[in-house]
């Protein structure tokens, strides 16, 4: 059962154009719901993460935007980079919970 | 700090043989966990650690063994190799409940023929 899913599967972007991944998933008690970055043959790491109570957050050029009533969160990359060119991952957590569940993940190429 | 360090890198495995994925951490965290990493299925939880001495099953653990005798450390133990298997395994840390914390190691590229 995938209780998180992601989209698009893979994204091609211009540079300076912006990238925006979707997540929706389906247990409402999840209240973690952070995203990783992997580049090829490394670990993910944690790139921003984001709790129920807010609608958005902003780190730099990366932001999510939250919706609860929707079921739904999203990862807007401003400005992309070709340094941003990666597999990015949503995940989500719930209270109890020891892990996240994560989503299939994006290939994201940004084209110079 | 070194982080979440993983050995080996590669390895290849013929069905039926046996291996243990090493991992180990020097943040003094007590959660740690294994995932595997399929092609269009993300990351999938197999078996987790709250402390020493105590685990727990994921959400694939079938194949699998964990122990955690030390804070350190938290080897993952194939006990008989399927081509089912073949994937790439990751190690994770993080401090007690903050998922903010948390680190990945590497990887650990499995292939069983």
């Known amino acids: 059962q995938q209780q998180v899913k992601q989209s698009p599967q893979s994204l091609i972007v211009q540079k300076g154009g912006i990238s925006i991944i979707n997540c929706a998933y389906e247990n409402t008690a999840f209240d973690y719901f952070p995203w990783y970055q992997q580049f090829p043959g490394k670990g993910p790491a944690l790139l921003i993460a984001i709790r129920p109570d807010v609608s958005e957050k902003k780190e730099g050029r990366f932001t999510i935007s939250f919706n609860k009533s929707a079921k739904q969160f999203s990862l807007h990359i401003m400005d992309s980079q070709p340094g941003d060119s990666a597999t990015y991952f949503c995940a989500a957590k719930g209270p109890g919970r020891r892990a996240l569940t994560f989503g299939s993940g994006t290939r994201l190429q940004v084209q110079p | 700090n070194a982080g979440v360090t993983q050995t080996p890198k590669f390895q290849v495995l013929k069905t039926g043989q046996s291996m243990t994925l090493q991992c180990a951490q020097d943040?003094?965290?007590?959660?740690m966990s294994w995932y595997r990493q399929d092609p269009g299925m993300g990351l999938r939880l197999i078996h987790y650690?709250?402390?020493?001495?105590?685990?727990d099953q994921g959400e694939v653990p079938n194949g699998y063994n964990v122990s955690r005798s030390t804070t350190e450390d938290f080897p993952l133990r194939l006990l008989s190799a399927a081509p089912s298997q073949t994937s790439v395994y990751f190690c994770?840390?993080?401090?007690?409940?903050?998922?903010?914390?948390?680190?990945f190691g590497p990887g650990t590229r499995l292939t069983v023929l």
């Open positions: 994770a840390s993080r401090e007690g409940a903050n998922l903010d914390t948390q680190y």
């Open positions: 650690s709250v402390g020493a001495g105590i685990t």
């Open positions: 943040m003094n965290h007590e959660y």
